[in-house]
């Protein structure tokens, strides 16, 4: 089903405060200033919007090849690691299949299967690799109606999993950092935990305003002994508000 033409591309830029978990587990929270870029492009072969940048795959109806990206912020005086080395903050890229489950005859409700894999590399003038992360999801889009226009709410849930390399980053406890509250501990890598994500968005003339709040259980996760865990369950998300810059007077043929 095709929508009302859109243009090409769009983008722009805002801002808004993230809460977040200095790593997964840590009792430590900061909130952070982030900038919040808008960009959208609607190519045949290629494509970037609110569900990543991707290409199309196989059967464009049913698999799709997306970038994934994530990241961590820095850890410094975490109360868990003190007097352990301060942790670099980590980007997180790699390839995602998307399998379409289902879709309705609008397009307004969709159901995916989202297989990513990212590899972990450290943010410093030597990146450090620090190993690979998994989180396959199932994931359900609901629109308000057909077209750009109108709120979108996303919702997706999970397990994850990470190799030894990226769970000793995070988990290990060395002997020489051991103490009597803190004993050594070696992170295995494995089931890392599961991840609930709920988000709501919608794009208005001249702005892009969007939220999400995301739950993390780290229940039977190969690295919940590790003393560095401070909480099995926890929430946090983010705001932002993003205003367009500029578009292309060029109109394609959308499926929004």
């Not at 290990?172 to 994500?197: H, I, K, N, S």
């Amino acid at each position: 089903m095709q929508g009302e033409p859109r243009p090409l591309w769009e983008f722009g830029l805002g801002a808004g405060p993230l809460i977040f978990n200095d790593y997964r587990g840590s009792d430590t929270t900061h909130v952070y200033p982030l900038p919040v870029p808008y960009f959208v492009y609607r190519g045949q072969i290629f494509k970037s919007d609110r569900e990543g940048i991707r290409g199309q795959l196989f059967n464009q109806d049913r698999v799709e090849l997306n970038l994934s990206v994530n990241g961590t912020t820095p850890v410094r005086s975490d109360s868990a690691r003190h007097g352990m080395p301060d942790l670099r903050s980590t980007v997180e890229v790699g390839p995602a299949l998307d399998v379409h489950l289902w879709r309705s005859d609008d397009r307004r409700v969709r159901l995916d299967l989202r297989l990513p894999v990212r590899a972990a590399v450290t943010v410093e003038a030597s990146p450090q690799f620090i190993g690979l992360f998994a989180a396959p999801n199932i994931n359900l889009d609901l629109q308000q109606r057909a077209g750009a226009e109108g709120w979108k709410l996303g919702v997706l849930a999970g397990p994850l999993f990470a190799d030894r390399r990226y769970d000793r980053y995070f988990y290990t406890v060395a002997p020489q950092y051991a103490t009597a509250d803190r004993p050594a501990f070696e992170a295995r890598g494995g089931y890392a935990g599961t991840q609930m994500l709920v988000s709501l968005t919608r794009r208005f003339p001249h702005y892009w305003v969007g939220g999400f709040v995301r739950h993390d259980t780290l229940g039977g996760a190969s690295f919940v002994e590790s003393p560095l865990v401070k909480r099995n369950s926890y929430w946090f998300g983010g705001v932002g508000v993003a205003f367009i810059i500029g578009q292309s007077r060029r109109l394609v043929e959308s499926e929004e």
